[in-house]
């Protein structure tokens, strides 16, 4: 379950274009290794106007965000990698 109080906002405007992410991540220790749980709640694309999110699992027939996954996991496999803390 997600808990929204943990959300993170990043914005940012580039040549006159907003830019947001929520991200929401916990981190708890770990007596073994490093394990990343990926849990997404998002709709997908669901129009204009509306902000495109991370679906929980890809649907046959529409967009994919597969490359927002990758990205997601490259960047927590870089910063685990960064730390000595399981």
Known sequence: ??????????????????????????????ENQNEIIEEYSGKGWVGMGHFASIPAKEEAGKAGFSDWRKAILKALEFVLSKTETK
């Open 1 to 30: 379950m997600i808990n929204e109080a943990l959300d993170y906002q990043w914005r940012k405007i580039k040549n006159g274009k907003s830019y947001l992410a929520i991200v929401n991540l916990e981190v708890s220790p770990n």
